[in-house]
């Protein structure tokens, strides 16, 4: 059996099999669009601030700039400012079985170390950066699936992204076997093992935990490297571990769970949403036609409840209201987020008419995927139901080519130029095509200030 740290160091680009370099170069595209709308949210201000203050490079470590900013700080720094961004707009892509997301801290953190390499004189090329995104992206699910299958708490993303970025990290600095085994081990202990149905039940700024589990992985791969230990791993390494490791290197995590978000609030509202917005198509119905609205879901997505949310985490966080707002508006993009939507009478009189209902069987069914099905209650008596159904974006129902595309342009228009945009994607999308400069310039692009801020005049995305 392959060990995690034999796959990290030894992986070559051409063992990478295309369908996962395909998911990568469309989860860096996706991602940067989310980022761009993320680095408008008061979260994103607080913490790029945090790491300026507290964060700042050293003469020994290039420095890296903050995505969507341009200023430098330490990797860490970077990586911490970059996964609270990408984290604050709930937009990105995601692995149901782990419950959680990788490459919101995934990608600001080797985003972070790449182009600290880059000031330092050591620049990585696109084919080398694809190797280390393909380590963190299948160590990350790996060692998730590994603590949800092995502890009795839910855990947040940040407490697995953690080994997954050290992984990473060790691969981008080039570190030995052994070394790696101790930034991942590192990377566990003292990454964030926050209680994700806290986030849930009382939403906040403190989100996914990624914010915490990107800093923690780059900053154990440094340590590693400087001769700190802290192997196993336990995630990784042992006997209790070893059944969601046994075929490393064979098969792919990132391949069979990838999957994607064409909005941006949780997961779990999303059969739900997509539910009620085929009823309203496909009846050719007005949300005045609606009395009230039935959800029969699984246990998590009734926690999620938000009937009645006043900011934009606990819109994000919710799942009654992200459904009333399809109701009303048809559509949920960066647009639905703005403070004053929290104010919209209609959506707000639906959201109050719907009812949550948890059914035995969707929670015991909603493992590898999360069901649910709408009933609409309406004005002329008529009560029309939907068919059970997952959320758009997993494997057997993808977003096309064009609902990737058009997402993104959603997302960044109004914030960064056409010009840019249409770069950014086009070199995210082929990025492993890239020699050290051609990264080094996506990395620019990325870097550099919103062309545009606050958004549309004088409106931030703010939290209250």
Same mark, same amino acid.
């Given at each position: 059996?392959?060990?995690?740290?034999?796959?990290?160091?030894?992986?070559?680009?051409?063992?990478?099999?295309?369908?996962?370099?395909?998911?990568?170069?469309?989860?860096?595209?996706?991602?940067?669009?989310?980022?761009?709308?993320?680095?408008?949210?008061?979260?994103?201000?607080?913490?790029?601030?945090?790491?300026?203050?507290?964060?700042?490079?050293?003469?020994?470590?290039?420095?890296?700039?903050?995505?969507?900013?341009?200023?430098?700080?330490?990797?860490?720094?970077?990586?911490?400012?970059?996964?609270?961004?990408?984290?604050?707009?709930?937009?990105?892509?995601?692995?149901?079985?782990?419950?959680?997301?990788?490459?919101?801290?995934?990608?600001?953190?080797?985003?972070?170390?790449?182009?600290?390499?880059?000031?330092?004189?050591?620049?990585?090329?696109?084919?080398?950066?694809?190797?280390?995104?393909?380590?963190?992206?299948?160590?990350?699910?790996?060692?998730?699936?590994?603590?949800?299958?092995?502890?009795?708490?839910?855990?947040?993303?940040?407490?697995?992204?953690?080994? /997954? *970025?050290? +992984?990473?990290?060790?691969?981008? #600095? @080039?570190?030995?076997?052994?070394?790696?085994?101790? %930034?991942? !081990?590192? &990377?566990?202990?003292?990454?964030?093992?926050?209680?994700?149905?806290?986030?849930?039940?009382?939403?906040?700024?403190?989100?996914?935990?990624?914010?915490?589990?990107?800093?923690? /992985? *780059?900053? +154990?791969?440094?340590?590693?490297? #400087? @001769?700190?230990?802290?192997?196993?791993?336990?995630? %990784?390494? !042992?006997? &209790?571990?070893?059944?969601?490791?046994?075929?490393?290197?064979?098969?792919?995590?990132?391949?069979?769970?990838?999957?994607?978000?064409?909005?941006?609030?949780?997961?779990?509202?999303?059969?739900?949403?997509?539910?009620?917005?085929? #009823?309203?198509?496909?009846?050719?119905?007005?949300?005045?036609?609606?009395?009230?609205?039935?959800?029969?879901?699984?246990?998590?997505?009734?926690?999620?409840?938000?009937?009645?949310?006043?900011?934009?985490?606990?819109?994000?966080?919710?799942?009654?209201?992200?459904?009333?707002?399809?109701?009303?508006?048809?559509?949920?993009?960066?647009?639905?987020?703005?403070?004053?939507?929290?104010?919209?009478?209609?959506?707000?009189?639906?959201?109050?008419?719907?009812?949550?209902?948890?059914?035995?069987?969707?929670?015991?069914?909603?493992?590898?995927?999360?069901?649910?099905?709408?009933?609409?209650?309406?004005?002329?008596?008529?009560?029309?139901?939907?068919?059970?159904?997952?959320?758009?974006?997993?494997?057997?129902?993808?977003?096309?080519?064009?609902?990737?595309?058009?997402?993104?342009?959603?997302?960044?228009?109004?914030?960064?130029?056409?010009?840019?945009?249409?770069?950014?994607?086009?070199?995210?999308?082929?990025?492993?095509?890239?020699?050290?400069?051609?990264?080094?310039?996506?990395?620019?692009?990325?870097?550099?200030?919103?062309?545009?801020?606050?958004?549309?005049?004088?409106?931030?995305?703010?939290?209250?």
């Amino acid at each position: 059996m392959t060990t995690f740290s034999e796959f990290t160091g030894t992986l070559a680009y051409d063992a990478i099999p295309e369908e996962v370099r395909a998911i990568l170069r469309r989860s860096f595209a996706d991602t940067l669009g989310v980022a761009v709308v993320g680095a408008t949210t008061e979260i994103a201000s607080i913490t790029r601030k945090i790491a300026d203050r507290l964060w700042r490079s050293s003469p020994e470590v290039g420095a890296a700039r903050m995505i969507f900013d341009g200023r430098p700080v330490s990797p860490a720094g970077a990586a911490f400012a970059g996964a609270f961004t990408v984290d604050s707009i709930d937009g990105h892509d995601n692995n149901s079985p782990c419950k959680g997301h990788a490459g919101s801290a995934v990608f600001p953190a080797l985003l972070a170390v790449a182009d600290s390499l880059r000031a330092s004189g050591a620049a990585i090329s696109g084919r080398e950066f694809m190797v280390a995104l393909a380590v963190a992206y299948e160590v990350a699910y790996r060692a998730g699936l590994t603590l949800h299958g092995t502890v009795s708490d839910y855990h947040t993303s940040g407490a697995w992204t953690a080994v /997954g *970025v050290a +992984a990473g990290v060790s691969r981008l #600095l @080039g570190l030995s076997q052994q070394q790696t085994r101790h %930034a991942a !081990g590192i &990377a566990e202990y003292h990454g964030p093992r926050s209680q994700m149905m806290r986030c849930i039940d009382f939403p906040t700024m403190l989100r996914d935990g990624v914010g915490w589990g990107a800093p923690s /992985g *780059v900053m +154990a791969a440094y340590m590693a490297e #400087l @001769g700190f230990t802290g192997a196993p791993a336990i995630t %990784a390494e !042992g006997q &209790a571990a070893a059944p969601w490791w046994s075929d490393l290197g064979q098969a792919w995590r990132v391949v069979e769970d990838t999957s994607y978000k064409p909005y941006p609030v949780c997961r779990w509202a999303h059969p739900s949403i997509d539910a009620a917005r085929d #009823l309203m198509r496909d009846n050719k119905l007005s949300s005045e036609d609606v009395t009230r609205v039935r959800i029969q879901t699984f246990h998590y997505a009734v926690r999620l409840a938000g009937h009645n949310p006043k900011t934009l985490d606990e819109m994000s966080y919710s799942i009654a209201f992200p459904v009333a707002t399809m109701i009303v508006r048809g559509k949920i993009g960066p647009q639905e987020l703005l403070p004053e939507v929290l104010q919209d009478e209609e959506i707000r009189r639906i959201s109050k008419a719907t009812e949550l209902v948890e059914t035995e069987h969707y929670t015991r069914i909603s493992v590898g995927k999360r069901w649910a099905d709408v009933t609409l209650y309406l004005k002329d008596g008529r009560e029309i139901m939907s068919e059970a159904r997952t959320p758009k974006g997993d494997r057997d129902d993808p977003m096309t080519a064009e609902e990737f595309h058009t997402k993104y342009v959603n997302f960044t228009t109004g914030l960064i130029g056409k010009g840019r945009a249409d770069e950014m994607e086009a070199m995210a999308l082929s990025f492993d095509r890239l020699d050290s400069k051609g990264l080094s310039r996506l990395i620019g692009v990325v870097v550099a200030p919103l062309d545009r801020h606050p958004r549309r005049g004088t409106v931030t995305l703010t939290e209250g």
